[in-house]
T-cell receptor, first 110, second 113 residues
Framework: GDSVTQMEGPVTLSEEAFLTINCTYTATGYPSLFWYVQYPGEGLQLLLKATKADDKGSNKGFEATYRKETTSFHLEKGSVQVSDSAVYFCALIGDYKLSFGAGTTVTVRA | DAGITQSPRYKITETGRQVTLMCHQTWSHSYMFWYRQDLGHGLRLIYYSAAADITDKGEVPDGYVVSRSKTENFPLTLESATRSQTSVYFC????????????FGPGTRLTVL
């Protein structure tokens, strides 16, 4: 079945540091890929998505590129802020439901 | 209010009691989902519904019951709550067809004593 493996955390960074969270997937067919973010005490919000190979999703300074050859969808941000502290989930949708990674907790220190 | 809402936001109950968590969406999305979020397990799908009167089991359905008599509502019932059902529960919805994103509610934090 479909599955997502993402980098385990927690990750602690200083402001303005570069952030990468690795995500790889296993799926049949051509899934759409997502990154969701969960801020403390809140539900999940879509951060960005990509629906086909080589697509780049971007939002709020975050980027991720759908790499079919390496079955990856790594999340990157060049300069993080304290407000980026959250839990980040990589996910894919193959047919009807999302399959999530375990989530990566990111803490950004001032 | 527009969007997807859950109630209650917080609930404390006792073992053996019946508890119902409510989920309401205003977008007329066909699909609705219930997840639980636990440390070390990420989000796990409990039940989902493709349309009114159509429901199906997810990964962890035992101990839960759902119904969907109206498109906009998808209540989740714990028939006899157990401590292992202490969790944060998220409802989600999305449009039918394709691979559309899911929209999540704010969550219900349930504690079973």
């Amino acid at each position: 079945g479909d599955s997502v493996t993402q980098m385990e955390g927690p990750v602690t960074l200083s402001e303005e540091a570069f952030l990468t969270i690795n995500c790889t997937y296993t799926a049949t067919g051509y899934p759409s890929l997502f990154w969701y973010v969960q801020y403390p005490g809140e539900g999940l919000q879509l951060l960005l998505k990509a629906t086909k190979a080589d697509d780049k999703g971007s939002n709020k300074g975050f980027e991720a590129t759908y790499r079919k050859e390496t079955t990856s969808f790594h999340l990157e941000k060049g300069s993080v802020q304290v407000s980026d502290s959250a839990v980040y989930f990589c996910a894919l949708i193959g047919d009807y439901k999302l399959s999530f990674g375990a989530g990566t907790t990111v803490t950004v220190r001032a | 209010d527009a969007g997807i809402t859950q109630s209650p936001r917080y609930k404390i109950t006792e073992t053996g009691r019946q508890v119902t968590l409510m989920c309401h969406q205003t977008w007329s999305h066909s699909y609705m989902f219930w997840y639980r979020q636990d440390l070390g397990h990420g989000l796990r799908l409990i039940y989902y519904s493709a349309a009114a009167d159509i429901t199906d089991k997810g990964e962890v359905p035992d101990g839960y019951v759902v119904s969907r008599s109206k498109t906009e509502n998808f209540p989740l019932t714990l028939e006899s709550a157990t401590r292992s059902q202490t969790s944060v529960y998220f409802c989600a919805s999305r449009l039918a067809g394709g691979k559309n994103e899911q929209f999540f509610g704010p969550g219900t934090r349930l504690t079973v004593l």
